[in-house]
């Protein structure tokens, strides 16, 4: 019986737990490195330059976390979540507490409605994950830019002093 009062959960609760779990993830998924990791990928570059870098992929990390969680909470909004999560616990709970439910069969259907909403929230996200990937590759892309751009006014700074020691 105990169990039972477990597995029943309060309105809402679901769908807290979704975004939790999302949030977990998401954090997982886009962890920094430590700034001594980070600095060992540009062995090259001078520590300002490394620093700066840094401080960059820091401001980079935080926006991608906050855009995720802002499409992420704009998609539960659009595919109403919250409500969908609701009716699923109110029906669970009937179900649950009513032993001679007469619509039982109908149970069947709950759950074809709700499995063609997860198929097409997937698709809606993997459309969401390839807009983020093409966006992380144009941010790649400007700092691949950023890093040629130090590196040709390094080349031209050391141009112009051995100019100038020739004279």
């Known amino acids: 019986m105990e169990k039972e009062s477990r597995e029943i959960a309060y309105p809402g609760s679901r769908h807290k737990d979704l975004k939790r779990s999302f949030t977990l993830a998401l954090h997982g998924l886009l962890t920094t490195y430590s700034k001594e990791e980070f600095c060992k990928s540009f062995p090259r570059f001078t520590q300002a330059e490394q620093e700066h870098l840094h401080r960059l992929y820091i401001k980079v990390i935080v926006s991608l976390h906050q855009n995720i969680e802002e499409e992420f909470e704009v998609l539960c909004k659009e595919t109403e979540v919250g409500n969908i999560l609701d009716i699923v616990e109110e029906l669970v709970e009937e179900q649950t ?71």
């Open 97 to 167: 507490i009513d032993l001679l439910h007469p619509d039982k069969s109908n149970f069947k259907d709950v759950v074809q409605v709700l499995s063609t909403l997860k198929k097409n929230e997937i698709e809606k996200f993997t459309t969401r994950i390839e807009k983020t990937e093409a966006e992380n590759q144009v941010l790649r892309s400007r700092v691949e830019f950023l890093r040629n751009q130090i590196q040709d006014s390094s080349i031209a700074s050391t141009a112009i002093e051995k100019m100038m020691n020739v004279d």
